[in-house]
């Protein structure tokens, strides 16, 4: 109804716009042919009156020249003699009734329109002669009304005609160029429907038709419907992940919970006796430690998600590989470790300077879960151009291409690894997430038998604040 109600409107206003410019147009014409026709009329009064004046001498007192000097045979011509005796002379239109001379302004000089007593309408002009006797030369205005009535009847019916022409047009070329707001309602529709991908088809970019209006719309609206398919999307895969993730944390809270709870009820009912008790708590304090790293991650990777690291400052990446080796080395001195980084001035990226720390604590807190405690490790650093690549490399068992492609998922840990580790699997996670909100790619290179290669690439800053005087740089 609406989609009817538009295109109505739409003719109805053409037409109507057309309409009024026709009776505009002709009222217009008809005006200015009368008006033409009256200025030819009284040239032609004038003309007739200019002849009267020259052969005056020549008429005699009756007046039976006068016909000849005017020899048009539309001309009413009337004489009134000195004595009053008034001669008229009957021309192609019937005379009036009444003499003209009794209803003309002598004191006129000009053309004046004079009605007889039937209604009938001539122009005429006096024309004073010597010895007080006039002469009345007219025309009839008939011919006149008769010309414009007949041209305002011919527009009257050529204007009808090119309406009718036009309101077909107009509902032909409405209908052809709201087409494709039909095919945008019947997207919508199907849209609605659950055919998340049905689109308007927006005509092709750069041509005639997308720089139209309804060209514009429809791409406008194709790019809307791809953006709400694509947030959909990742809104279902966010649920997806979500709902996982729960699944996941429940699963890991739950093995330490029910140990905690388990000695718990061992001790209150007495079943463990005092000389396993001491083993039995530092067991409980085990699990709960655990479960406190386990939360403790879990929560970063929950601000992570929500609030990434906003801050952009420039932060020495150098200084702080160094920090993060020697803090490892402290945990394990027996590890060889070993850090790679370019001679010459710091290496300096954007970012925050404790979620990079937390990344680095991570990748070399993954080396000593998944590597023997003699196995070597190295942290190296490479710039290009304007990326920063940090890469971690053991020389420990490796993982197969199926277990690097899962190692930065949450809570994911290979198989042969879980009994060792006892890891949740959210370090990875924690680097993978870290990584992203400072807007870096992370990456894992390894065979089974040839070590593992963690690396994560960052946004470099631009040289003139690579030379480390800068004072937001930020050393270990």
């Known amino acids: 109804m609406t989609r009817r109600t538009l295109r109505f409107s739409l003719v109805t206003s053409m037409v109507a716009l057309a309409a009024a410019g026709l009776l505009v147009t002709c009222g217009t014409a008809a005006v200015a042919l009368r008006s033409y026709l009256l200025e030819r009329t009284d040239e032609q009064l004038a003309a007739a009156a200019e002849l009267v004046r020259q052969r005056a001498t020549v008429l005699v007192p009756d007046g039976p020249e006068l016909r000849s000097v005017v020899s048009v045979t539309e001309y009413l011509i009337e004489y009134r003699r000195a004595d009053g005796r008034t001669l008229r002379f009957a021309s192609?239109?019937?005379?009036?009734?009444?003499?003209?001379?009794?209803?003309?302004?002598?004191?006129?000089?000009?053309?004046?329109?004079?009605?007889?007593?039937?209604?009938?309408?001539?122009?005429?002009?006096?024309?004073?002669?010597?010895?007080?006797?006039?002469?009345?030369?007219?025309?009839?205005?008939?011919?006149?009304?008769?010309?414009?009535?007949?041209?305002v009847l011919i527009a009257a019916l050529t204007g009808a005609v090119v309406l009718v022409l036009l309101t077909l047009l107009a509902r032909w070329l409405v209908h052809r160029r709201l087409r494709p707001l039909d095919e945008i309602a019947a997207t919508a529709a199907a849209i609605a429907g659950g055919d998340l991908d049905r689109r308007a088809g927006a005509p092709p970019a750069g041509s005639a038709a997308a720089r139209t209006e309804v060209g514009r719309l429809s791409t406008a609206v194709d790019r809307m419907l791809t953006r709400i398919q694509a947030a959909m999307t990742a809104r279902e895969r966010s649920e997806e992940r979500m709902r996982a993730f729960v699944a996941d944390a429940s699963h890991e809270l739950r093995t330490p919970v029910t140990s905690i709870s388990g000695y718990l009820q061992l001790i209150r009912t007495g079943v463990i006796?005092?000389?396993?008790?001491?083993?039995?708590?530092?067991?409980?304090?085990?699990?709960?430690?655990?479960?406190?790293?386990?939360?403790?991650?879990?929560?970063?990777?929950?601000?992570?998600?929500?609030?990434?690291?906003?801050?952009?400052?420039?932060?020495?990446?150098?200084?702080?590989i160094r920090d993060a080796v020697a803090d490892a080395s402290a945990v394990e001195p027996s590890r060889p470790l070993t850090v790679s980084v370019p001679a010459g001035p710091p290496v300096i990226v954007a970012g925050d300077d404790g979620t990079l720390r937390q990344v680095l604590a991570n990748l070399l807190g993954n080396v000593r879960a998944h590597t023997p405690p003699g196995a070597a490790a190295q942290v190296s650093v490479v710039v290009t151009g304007d990326r920063v690549r940090i890469a971690v490399r053991d020389t420990g068992p490796g993982m197969s291409a199926e277990a690097a492609a899962h190692a930065f998922e949450r809570f994911w840990r290979a198989e042969e690894s879980r009994a060792r580790s006892g890891g949740a699997g959210l370090g990875l996670a924690i680097v993978a997430e870290a990584v992203r909100a400072h807007g870096g790619e992370t990456g894992i290179v390894s065979s089974p038998g040839a070590g593992a290669t963690v690396w994560f690439a960052l946004p470099g800053v631009p040289n003139e604040l690579s030379s480390g005087s800068h004072p937001g740089v930020t050393g270990g």
Do not use: C, H, K, W
Request: proline residues 11%; glycine residues 8%.
């Open 92 to 151: 192609g239109s019937p005379l009036p009734a009444d003499p003209l001379l009794d209803r003309a302004d002598p004191a006129r000089a000009s053309v004046q329109t004079i009605t007889d007593t039937a209604g009938a309408r001539y122009r005429v002009r006096l024309v004073p002669l010597p010895g007080g006797s006039r002469v009345l030369v007219g025309l009839p205005l008939a011919p006149v009304r008769n010309t414009v009535a007949r041209f």
């Open 273 to 320: 006796d005092l000389g396993a008790r001491p083993d039995v708590l530092r067991r409980i304090e085990e699990e709960a430690g655990r479960m406190g790293a386990l939360v403790n991650e879990l929560l970063y990777l929950a601000r992570l998600d929500a609030d990434p690291p906003a801050r952009r400052d420039p932060v020495d990446l150098t200084a702080l």
